[in-house]
């Protein structure tokens, strides 16, 4: 019993052995909008313009969470590069079909997004997310989303009270379309209790 306590707890110490870590440069512009899959890699200027580009992703990533979480009282999240890296490397592996399944890191919270295309910044890719606040109804903490639409959990991970941090990754996949990926720690909807 005590052994496959430890096995099931080893993951999360390695994540919060990582957390708590200081960040590495290799991280820190895991939100590559640049990133179209056609192998180039620029010096200089272009290195410049680039890490230009993922700072402002992870401004507009942080900006639509934090503006949601503002709204409900909750306190705002922070970009942690080391989950970023995480999402980057499942959204790279999602490159080939675009698919928007959820990855097997259950230690994370994760909402994913596909648009149609290659021309989306990050806060129209996560608006949807924030939108479905619309159909959540706090009092009863239930969800009014018509079927087919995915429901409030999305929504309900953005402003989730015990969340701290995010980190998210955008591609371009090979189809030509768009995928954001958004991993959370700690991660939320779980239990029977409302979101915040």
Known sequence: MARSRMSLLWPVLCLLLLTLSAPC???AATTNDSDDGNGSSGTGTDDASRRARAAATVAEILSVHNAA???VGVPPLVWSPQIAAFAKD????????CAP????LFYFGENI???KGRHWNATALAAPWVAEGRWYDYESNSCAAPPGDGGCLRYTQVVWRNTTQVGCARIVCD???TLLV???FP????????PY
């Open 25 to 27: 440069t290799r991280c």
């Open 69 to 71: 979480r503002l709204a």
């Open 182 to 184: 958004c991993d959370y």
């Open 187 to 194: 991660p939320g909807n779980y239990g029977t209790g409302r």
């Open 90 to 97: 499942f959204a790279h592996s999602r490159r080939g079909d």
């Open 175 to 177: 189809s030509g379309d």
């Open 113 to 115: 997004f596909v648009g």
């Open 101 to 104: 399944r959820r990855s097997p």
